[in-house]
């Protein structure tokens, strides 16, 4: 494997200003600088819900599903199974993915019946003792969920994730409708994953084999974008944009002064993603050019810590208006994605609370960007809330009849943005 990175910013400021911008690009190919860590194992854990309200088919299609991924499981891989209601319990324990190891698994699935209420909790908490076992492996969890954790849950969800934290990635789906959203996002954004609605349980499979999919998919654990900026400058904000937005701003970790890790998690071939830094500097004379920050990825094998795809963030003060008014095309895209998801979220949250006007302006201002970046999937997806009258103006009116599950999948896939093209 390869990391390569790329810087896009107008480095030009205009005299007196403050704030840098810019857009790295990191891509993942094949080839022999990185050297993946299979060896040191990958581990995938499924956590599944077996509450009462995960009784008839969800439960049926769960266990199914579950089967499918156990099977599909290559040999070299190691897992383990839970499932979780009033308690955690483990079905399976960590094991290697040998043929009678997923016998055994899979007879232990069948046996599963579903009772009981609902503390995350515990479930995530057992699966910090399992992954713990391995830790210097890849580590990949799944949670399925049809309901909403318990209020009594709550101060504990919050510590165990903050425990859980860089001890594993989980992506979170949620089966139906009376699941939360920001729920199931809290504890995927913490754990470096993803949250996504099932809306039937006969499509459970097929969400079950692309998350395994692309867990197996990953050689290299633990990988931390590190970014050094100059004395005096404060990093406003660090941020995925692609494929999803994801804030790291606030899970920063001090490496030493002016240095400080932000996890990204676990990377594979031919993968790709974009961050955009936002940078406070101290400003410069007309002419002065300054190293604004330095970006690297940055991981560990084998006790050995190395340092990959370094880029360089600057600025140059000037007083050519024409050369500091320019925007670059993708921090100007991504700025608008990230407005994007903040118009989706506000919408549906002023819908729920029955205030028109503003649910109008909000989702009406979403078709606008939408349609502006080109964002075919969440125009898909707003059309289904909203009748779209004029998409470049953003003239929208709230459907009167709206499917639960719709709006659902609006709101879990409001962060998922969209490349920009290059035309």
């Not at 349980?201 to 900026?229: C, G, P, Y």
Request: charged letters at 25%; proline letters at 2%; aromatic letters at 6%.
């Amino acid at each position: 494997m390869s990391f390569q990175a790329e810087v896009f910013q107008n480095q030009y400021l205009n005299q007196g200003a403050r704030e840098v911008h810019a857009i790295m690009t990191v891509k993942v190919e094949g080839g022999e600088e990185v050297t993946a860590t299979p060896e040191k194992g990958r581990l995938f854990g499924i956590i599944c819900d077996t509450s009462g309200s995960m009784g008839g088919s969800k439960i049926h299609a769960a266990k199914d599903a579950m089967v499918k991924v156990v099977n599909l499981l290559p040999e070299d891989a190691h897992f383990f199974i839970i499932t979780g209601s009033s308690g955690a319990s483990v079905v399976f324990s960590l094991s290697k993915a040998t043929t009678e190891n997923k016998k055994q698994a899979i007879a232990a699935i069948k046996a599963i019946t579903a009772n009981g209420g609902t503390l995350m909790s515990t479930w995530l908490s057992e699966a910090f003792q399992q992954f713990k076992k391995m830790p210097e492996g890849v580590r990949q969890a799944l949670l399925l969920t049809d309901g909403q954790n318990d209020d009594s849950d709550e101060n504990q969800l919050k510590s165990i994730l903050r425990h859980c934290e860089g001890a594993f990635q989980c992506d979170c789906r949620g089966v139906g409708t009376n699941w939360k959203v920001k729920q199931l996002q809290e504890i995927s954004a913490k754990l470096l994953g993803t949250t996504d609605i099932i809306p039937n349980a006969e499509m459970i499979e097929t969400d079950f084999r692309n998350i395994l999919e692309k867990a197996m998919s990953k050689n290299v654990s633990d990988v931390s974008m590190r970014l050094w900026t100059p004395q005096g400058a404060k990093v406003l904000f660090c941020k995925q944009v692609s494929p999803d937005i994801v804030d790291l701003t606030h899970r920063a970790k001090s490496v030493k002064p002016q240095v400080a890790d932000y996890p990204t998690g676990a990377w594979g071939q031919n993968e790709s993603r974009d961050y955009h830094f936002c940078i406070e500097v101290n400003p410069g004379n007309v002419g002065e050019e300054m190293l604004a920050g330095r970006a690297s990825l940055v991981y560990t094998v084998n006790g050995a810590e190395t340092k990959v795809a370094e880029a360089r963030i600057l600025a140059i003060w000037t007083d050519d208006d024409v050369k500091s008014a320019k925007i670059d095309r993708r921090v100007a895209h991504y700025t608008g994605q990230a407005e994007l998801a903040q118009s989706i979220q506000e919408g549906l949250e002023a819908r729920d609370r029955g205030n028109v006007e503003i649910a109008t302006a909000k989702l009406g201002k979403a078709v606008q960007l939408a349609h502006e970046s080109g964002n075919e999937g969440t125009t898909k997806l707003l059309k289904k809330v909203v009748e779209i009258e004029d998409a470049p103006t953003g003239t929208v009116k709230l459907k009167r009849e709206v499917a639960k599950e719709d709006a659902m999948a609006l709101e879990t896939r409001s962060t998922k943005t969209t490349r920009i093209s290059k035309t």
